[in-house]
């Protein structure tokens, strides 16, 4: 005896854009929708370059956004509309740690750690000197590049 396996209708059509909600995120919101050329354009170039990249800052299927004709120009066609970022919403600036001082300072303050001469050379001094606390983070999860960390220049 056959197995048959029916699909609703709804399931084939789920990935489909609904243009009357934000068509990036597709979440109702009672924020205005807004809509320009520009942001077409930009969109038109953009998705498809951090697609490229696999790095969309959202879940997105690119599919949902492009009719054959280019994701542009369907947008522009649908008459897309996105949901703009207010300034509060913006992520803060975040602070990070120095990972010697531990101090907290912006990014744009901080280096970040990209040699494995700079790890050997931190071991040595951490070694020399018996900092164990730097010598626990040190040796705690791999090197100073697997971890990211930053440091102040001076």
Same mark, same amino acid.
């Given at each position: 005896? #056959?197995?048959?396996?029916?699909?609703?209708? /709804?399931?084939?059509?789920?990935?489909?854009?609904?243009?009357? @909600? %934000?068509?990036? &995120?597709?979440?109702?919101?009672?924020?205005?929708?807004?809509?320009?050329?520009?942001?077409?354009?930009?969109?038109?170039?953009?998705?498809?370059?951090?697609?490229?990249?696999?790095?969309?800052?959202?879940?997105?299927?690119?599919?949902?956004?492009?009719?054959?004709?280019?994701?542009?120009?369907?947008?522009?066609? #649908?008459?897309?509309?996105?949901?703009?970022? /207010?300034?509060?919403?913006?992520?803060?600036?975040?602070?990070? @740690? %120095?990972?010697? &001082?531990?101090?907290?300072?912006?990014?744009?303050?901080?280096?970040?750690?990209?040699?494995?001469?700079?790890?050997?050379?931190?071991?040595?001094?951490?070694?020399?000197?018996?900092?164990?606390?730097?010598?626990?983070?040190?040796?705690?999860?791999?090197?100073?590049?697997?971890?990211?960390?930053?440091?102040?220049?001076?």
């Amino acid at each position: 005896m #056959e197995k048959r396996i029916r699909l609703s209708a /709804s399931s084939a059509d789920s990935w489909e854009t609904d243009w009357t @909600k %934000c068509c990036l &995120c597709q979440e109702v919101t009672t924020d205005l929708l807004k809509s320009s050329d520009e942001g077409y354009t930009m969109l038109g170039k953009n998705i498809p370059l951090f697609h490229e990249l696999n790095s969309l800052p959202i879940p997105l299927d690119i599919r949902r956004s492009n009719h054959g004709e280019g994701i542009e120009s369907t947008i522009k066609k #649908e008459n897309a509309k996105c949901t703009p970022r /207010s300034k509060d919403q913006q992520p803060d600036q975040v602070d990070h @740690k %120095c990972f010697i &001082c531990d101090k907290e300072s912006p990014l744009s303050v901080l280096r970040v750690a990209m040699t494995m001469k700079l790890n050997q050379r931190l071991v040595d001094c951490a070694t020399v000197l018996q900092d164990k606390q730097l010598l626990a983070k040190l040796s705690s999860s791999g090197d100073v590049i697997a971890q990211e960390m930053k440091y102040h220049p001076s």
